[in-house]
């Protein structure tokens, strides 16, 4: 709150009332609408290669060093910002001529991501690890290349005044996706093994479940108006295009003042999240929790503490300077994992996972809106937008695949208490260099470069 809005006189919250029912009109507009509908596309593949693939091999009999490698099928999502130019100056051939360009990659991307979806439920994981790897990582690219496409329509398609509310109805539809692709998934599969159907059967009929629901997305697809086209210069090729596309967006980046150091923050600021993410559903299952519980606890209450967290982080945001939220994301991520060393402690027990899952969600929610806002702020030139949140967001990924993918081995030799203890002191290095930032004024130059 500014001063002036502390001293302002008596009838100040009647003069509020028009912009807070504008504030709720926007999500009905037809291009935020679509954007809502897009982010439940873009977060419904996530845990199918995730948390749910995890619980899935776990019932299976795999190991939990070959489940932490599983994390490495989450490449694409660290390399999209690679063919991010292909999406920005290229068209899909028929589909763009028939729907626009970014219209046409999103219909492309979704018939991929439904089609590759069918194909890993229809795997073995203990006896076909590779084709379930195969399948996962189709799962993964389709999905990082509908990201790419989404955040580009949702940055070109929205009015200014509508972007803030686009990326709220984002984020949250984003969980959503989640939600349903995670516990959604989980308990079709626990409902089916009560109703008799086959073990064997019971995750393929979850997956085709899961791929139905990708017509979510292709219906706002073609509900979607496509966005004006971005000027091109003339003469150019489709490879001259790629090329100047990729030199525009990576050159104005890496020449700002210490590039290569807001590239490394971004890299490990949430790596200690990902760190204990990439274990938190063998975790739960391994110290003895059954699925239902997993499903109503860590998806269903999980969610309702991430959406909390998600309107607290928005909040403060607004109320306090970027640098001074990072801080206070950075510390409540930290002190959120050691939640699960004491959960790991007290072993089953329906009330501390839900207070542990309570602790994480919301913090990590906090953390997720801050660390978005951010990113946000890092894309300078409208036109790069694309490209550039693809390489922020490709290098959080990071997280995610390469640096936890050891989590596994780290966790069978320590044991889970001193495993999530170890995840903690994994998010220092990031408050490190965010203590280093700080202090040669990039965040000053931010604040700037938005004035």
Not at 179 to 188: D, H, P
Not at 299 to 326: H, N, T, W
Request: glycine residues 10%; aromatic residues 10%; contains cysteine.
């Amino acid at each position: 709150m500014t001063m002036s809005d502390e001293t302002a006189p008596a009838e100040a919250p009647a003069a509020l009332k028009p912009s807070f029912w504008e504030g709720l009109s926007v999500y009905a507009r037809p291009g935020v609408l679509t954007v809502i509908l897009l982010g439940f596309s873009s977060g419904l593949p996530l845990a199918l290669t995730g948390t749910t693939l995890s619980v899935w091999m776990t019932e299976a009999g795999v190991s939990l060093s070959s489940i932490g490698l599983f994390s490495l099928v989450g490449l694409p999502y660290t390399l999209k910002f690679l063919w991010a130019p292909l999406v920005d100056a290229l068209d899909v051939p028929l589909l763009s001529r028939l729907l626009g360009r970014r219209r046409g990659w999103l219909l492309a991307t979704q018939i991929a991501l439904m089609a590759a979806i069918l194909f890993l439920g229809a795997q073995n994981p203990l006896a076909s690890p590779f084709f379930v790897a195969l399948g996962a990582l189709v799962v993964a690219t389709a999905s990082a290349t509908q990201d790419i496409v989404v955040d580009a329509f949702r940055v070109e398609r929205l009015e200014p005044n509508e972007q803030a509310a686009g990326m709220a109805g984002y984020v949250a539809a984003y969980r959503i996706g989640m939600l349903v692709s995670g516990a959604g998934v989980i308990a079709i599969v626990a409902g089916l093994e009560a109703y008799g159907v086959a073990k064997a059967d019971v995750w393929f009929w979850g997956y085709v479940a899961a791929a139905a629901f990708v017509l979510v997305g292709i219906i706002a697809t073609f509900l979607a108006r496509e966005p004006d086209a971005p000027l091109r210069e003339e003469g150019l090729n489709a490879v001259a295009r790629v090329a100047a596309t990729a030199v525009g967006a990576f050159g104005e980046f890496l020449g700002r003042s210490q590039a290569l150091a807001i590239l490394l923050f971004v890299l490990l600021f949430k790596f200690c999240d990902a760190f204990a993410g990439v274990l938190t559903a063998p975790f739960v299952i391994d110290i003895g929790f059954d699925k239902a519980t997993y499903a109503a606890i860590v998806k269903g209450v999980g969610l309702i503490a991430a959406l909390a967290g998600g309107f607290v982080g928005g909040f403060i945001a607004r109320e306090m300077s970027l640098v001074r939220c990072l801080w206070l994301a950075g510390v409540l991520q930290i002190l959120s994992n050691l939640a699960f060393t004491a959960q790991a402690l007290i072993g089953v027990n329906d009330w501390a996972l839900t207070a542990t899952i309570v602790i994480e969600n919301f913090t990590g929610a906090i953390g997720t809106v801050i660390f978005v806002a951010y990113l946000s702020a890092l894309c300078g030139a409208r036109t790069h937008t694309a490209t550039q949140y693809a390489l922020l967001t490709a290098l959080t990924a990071v997280g995610r695949t390469f640096l936890a993918a050891g989590g596994g081995f780290i966790a069978e030799a320590t044991g889970w208490p001193l495993f999530f203890a170890i995840t903690a002191l994994a998010g220092l290095p990031g408050l490190a260099l965010l203590a280093w930032l700080q202090a040669k004024g990039h965040f000053r130059s931010l604040a700037a470069e938005k004035a």
